[in-house]
C-alpha cells in the first residue's frame, strides 16, 4: 500500500484487467492472450519516445494538417504521425505528436485533453509503446482501452486510474493466521464440551434404567399397576359426573 500509485508504473496485464490491481486470476479471454503474448515493440517507429504524445479518438476525417493546426499552439512540433490502416489507407482515428522540447509535451499533456476536435472528444496521453515496461497493446488484449459493454476494462492509466484497494491482506492475515489458533481451540473446546455433555446424559441415562427395571421387578407387577390407574381414572369421571 506504500508504493500504490493510481498510474502503472509498469504494465501487468493481470492487474490492468483488476479495478484496484488486486486480482489474482484473469475474468476474460483477452487478459489469458495478453499474459501469453511476447510483445516486442515496433522497431521501425523512430523519434525520442519520452516527447511523443499520444492522442486517440480522433474524427476518422481529421488529418495531419489540422491536428498540427491545433497541437502547434502548446509548442513546436517535430513529427505528426496519424496511424492509417495500410490496406484503405483511411485513419485509425489515433495519432503519435513528437515535440521538440519536453515543456510544450507536458503543457499539451496537461491542457488538450478531451479537447473537442471536428465534433470528437479526444484523449490525449504519454506514448506508452516504449516508454512503459511490458506494454501489451489492445488488440493482443492489453492495453488501456476497452467497453463496459463487452467486459474487457482496463485500468492503470491515465483515463481509468486504478481504484485505491482496500488493505485486505492485513485483514486476512488476522482473520486466517494469529486468530485461526484460538478459533480452532474455541472450536476444540466446544466441541470437548458438548462431547462431554452428552457422554454425561448417556451415563445418567443408563444409570436411570436399572432403577425403573428394579421398581417394576421388586414392585407391584404391572397389571397392578394398569388395575390401579384405570380406578383412579372411573374414580376421575365419577367426580365429573357428579
Given at each position: ?9 509498469e504494465y501487468d496485464p493481470l492487474k490492468a484487467g483488476s ?136 485500468f492503470g492509466g491515465r483515463d481509468r486510474p486504478f481504484r ?79
Amino acid at each position: 500500500m506504500n508504493d500504490w500509485a493510481p498510474i502503472a508504473k509498469e504494465y501487468d496485464p493481470l492487474k490492468a484487467g483488476s479495478i484496484d490491481g488486486t486480482d489474482e486470476e484473469p475474468h476474460d479471454r483477452a487478459i489469458w492472450r495478453a499474459m501469453l503474448a511476447r510483445y516486442v515493440p515496433n522497431k521501425g517507429v523512430t523519434g525520442d519516445p519520452h516527447l511523443t504524445l499520444f492522442v486517440a479518438r480522433l474524427n476518422l476525417q481529421t488529418t495531419e494538417e489540422k491536428i498540427k493546426e491545433v497541437f502547434s499552439r502548446y509548442g513546436d512540433i517535430r513529427k505528426i504521425r496519424l496511424v492509417r490502416d495500410l490496406v484503405t489507407g483511411f485513419s485509425k482515428g489515433y495519432a503519435f505528436i513528437e515535440y521538440k522540447e519536453e515543456r510544450a509535451l507536458l503543457k499539451a499533456h496537461r491542457d488538450a485533453n478531451r479537447l473537442v476536435i471536428d465534433q470528437h472528444e479526444i484523449f490525449v496521453d504519454f506514448e506508452l509503446e516504449r516508454t512503459l515496461k511490458g506494454w501489451i497493446p489492445r488488440r493482443l488484449g492489453g492495453g488501456f482501452g476497452g467497453k463496459k459493454e463487452s467486459g474487457q476494462l482496463r485500468f492503470g492509466g491515465r483515463d481509468r486510474p486504478f481504484r485505491k484497494p482496500i488493505n485486505l491482506p492485513n485483514m486476512k492475515n488476522d482473520f486466517y493466521g494469529e486468530g485461526s489458533a484460538e478459533k480452532r481451540n474455541w472450536s476444540r473446546e466446544g466441541t470437548r464440551d458438548w462431547r462431554t455433555r452428552d457422554r454425561d446424559h448417556e451415563r445418567s441415562r443408563d444409570k436411570r434404567w436399572p432403577e425403573r427395571e428394579r421398581s417394576w421387578t421388586w414392585g407391584e407387577s404391572e397389571r397392578e399397576r394398569d388395575s390401579k390407574e384405570e380406578r383412579s381414572r372411573g374414580r376421575e369421571r365419577k367426580d365429573r359426573d357428579r
